[in-house]
T-cell receptor, first 113, second 114 residues
Framework: EAQVTQNPRYLITVTGKKLTVTCSQN?????MSWYRQDPGLGLRQIYY???????DKGDVPEGYKVSRKEKRNFPLILESPSPNQTSLYFC????????????FGDGTRLSIL | AQKVTQAQTEISVVEKEDVTLDCVYE???????LFWYKQPPSGELVFLIR??????QNEISGRYSWNFQKSTSSFNFTITASQVVDSAVYFC???????????FGTGTSLTVIP
C-alpha cells in the first residue's frame, strides 16, 4: 500500500530535549516536505527536499532541521524544542514538485511543555 | 503577504444545501498550480483536485465542482446537495513554477447539519 508513515503519532516532551520525528514513504517520490498546522494559520511549510541531499527552507524553518540521506526518509529534528513548537506536524511526498498532489502522512501531534 | 486567502473561516449549512468555498491566490508567475485538500475530523489530508494555470476549464466531479477564474485570481469550490460526510476543513493551496514551495490557505471549516 502506498503510504507516508510518520512516527511517533503523539509525543509530549519538555523544553530543550532533542527529538526527531521520522517520515518514510514507499512510493519512490523525489519530493518530500514537512508542514506544521496551527489553528487559524492553516498549514505552513517548514522544509522541503527535491531529492537526496537537497533540502530547502520553507516559510517557517526556525528551530527545525532536516536531512535527506535516503530517498525514502526525511526526518524532522528539533534540537532544542520550545513551547511555541507545540503543533500538529505533517510529512508529505510527491513525484516531481510543483504540479503533483502531495501524499500526506497521518500527522504527529507534538506537545512541548 | 498571504499567497492564498480563504476568507471564510467557518461555514454551516443544512444538509442538501449547496455551499461554495472561496479561494483567492496571489502570484506573479504565469505558470502555477492550484489544489484543494479535505481534512475530515479524523485528521488526515485528502487530495481533491489540481489545476494548472493554463487550464481554466471548470471541473465537475459528482457533487463537487471547481470554478477557476484567472481574471479574479480565484479557485472556488462548490459542493452541491451537501451531506453530513462533507463536514471537514478544506484547504486551498498554491505552487509556483518558479519555486518548489507550497502555500496553503488557512482553511475553511464546513459543518453540514443534518
Amino acid at each position: 500500500e502506498a503510504q507516508v508513515t510518520q512516527n511517533p503519532r503523539y509525543l509530549i516532551t519538555v523544553t530543550g530535549k532533542k527529538l526527531t520525528v521520522t517520515c518514510s514513504q514507499n512510493m519512490n517520490h523525489e519530493y518530500m516536505s514537512w508542514y506544521r498546522q496551527d489553528p487559524g494559520l492553516g498549514l505552513r511549510q517548514i522544509y522541503y527536499s527535491m531529492n537526496v541531499e537537497v533540502t530547502d527552507k520553507g516559510d517557517v524553518p526556525e528551530g527545525y532541521k532536516v536531512s535527506r540521506k535516503e530517498k525514502r526518509n526525511f526526518p524532522l529534528i528539533l534540537e532544542s524544542p520550545s513551547p511555541n513548537q507545540t503543533s500538529l506536524y505533517f510529512c508529505a511526498s510527491s513525484s516531481i514538485a510543483q504540479n503533483q498532489p502531495q501524499h500526506f502522512g497521518d500527522g504527529t501531534r507534538l506537545s512541548i511543555l | 503577504a498571504q499567497k492564498v486567502t480563504q476568507a471564510q473561516t467557518e461555514i454551516s449549512v443544512v444538509e442538501k444545501e449547496d455551499v461554495t468555498l472561496d479561494c483567492v491566490y496571489e502570484t506573479r508567475d504565469t505558470t502555477y498550480y492550484l489544489f484543494w485538500y479535505k481534512q475530515p475530523p479524523s485528521g488526515e489530508l485528502v487530495f481533491l483536485i489540481r489545476r494548472n494555470s493554463f487550464d481554466e476549464q471548470n471541473e465537475i466531479s459528482g457533487r463537487y465542482s471547481w470554478n477557476f477564474q484567472k481574471s479574479t485570481s480565484s479557485f472556488n469550490f462548490t459542493i452541491t446537495a451537501s451531506q453530513v460526510v462533507d463536514s471537514a476543513v478544506y484547504f486551498c493551496a498554491l505552487s509556483e513554477a518558479s519555486s518548489n514551495q507550497f502555500y496553503f490557505g488557512t482553511g475553511t471549516s464546513l459543518t453540514v447539519i443534518p
